[in-house]
């Protein structure tokens, strides 16, 4: 099994010094840096947006992993392209034209996610796998972090890479919601690829240590 990729979630970081957590990310194993935006109509919370990102841009040294919880993510998707995302996640539930949106996501210079929400199948993603870079399975529903993952993701995350595989796609998963180092390495089994992480990070005692113990989730843990 290789090493799982990392995307600490900025949702639960301290904003009273979001440098200092920002640079804490730079400095662990983190592979990206998680960049939720909620609109408060797609959601029940508002998160942040451009101001934040201006400031994660300056400080982080992380690859910008976006993921929008809003209605109609097209008006939006030039405007994180421009000011830096490495992926955008638009939500299934939110896209009318899907395959229009992952085209133009790719052509806007980033890799294209879809996100699905804990009752979205994944089977609706067959007729557009080519689009798709990444596929986000939320493991909670949307909208809040620090909430207590749904165990029904280690079903959907298994059926999601036998699709993949029948399909022979390169699609990457990544799981969203309550993770933590109890259930990292099941995911890794059932075939996840990316564990994005908030409240079991920034919660820590040692944040370093927390990610540092998610990026090797993949090893066997010694009693
Ligand atoms: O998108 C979301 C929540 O809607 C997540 O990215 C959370 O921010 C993850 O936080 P934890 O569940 O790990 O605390
Ligand atoms: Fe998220």
């Avoid at 408060?40 to 934040?52: A, L, R």
């Avoid at 992993?65 to 996640?89: C, K, Q, S, W």
């Avoid at 596929?135 to 059926?159: C, D, E, W, Y």
């Amino acid at each position: 099994m290789i090493r799982p990729l990392i995307a600490p979630s900025l949702l639960a970081a301290n904003f009273a010094n979001l440098q200092h957590d920002l640079e804490m990310i730079n400095d662990s194993e983190a592979d990206y840096l998680h960049f939720d935006v909620m609109d408060g109509v797609f959601v029940p919370n508002i998160s942040f947006g451009f101001p934040v990102l201006e400031v994660a841009r300056k400080h982080s040294k992380k690859p910008l992993d976006v993921h929008l919880m809003i209605t109609d993510p097209d008006r939006y998707i030039d405007a994180f392209a421009e000011g830096g995302a490495t992926t955008i996640h638009v939500h299934y539930e939110a896209c009318t034209h899907l395959h229009r949106t992952l085209t133009h996501i790719r052509k806007m210079g980033c890799r294209a996610g879809v996100a699905l929400n804990p009752h979205t199948p994944v089977d609706g993603l067959e007729d557009v796998l080519e689009q798709l870079d990444v596929v986000l399975i939320m493991s909670v529903n949307p909208g809040f972090g620090g909430q207590s993952f749904i165990p029904h993701t280690f079903r959907k995350v298994a059926k999601l890479k036998q699709l993949l595989t029948d399909n022979r796609a390169s699609t990457l998963i990544e799981i969203d919601g309550g993770i933590s180092i109890k259930n990292a390495s099941a995911l890794l089994s059932a075939g996840a690829d990316i564990l994005v992480a908030g409240s079991s990070v920034f919660g820590a005692q040692d944040p370093l240590e927390a990610i540092r113990q998610l990026k090797n989730s993949h090893q066997p843990m010694v009693a």
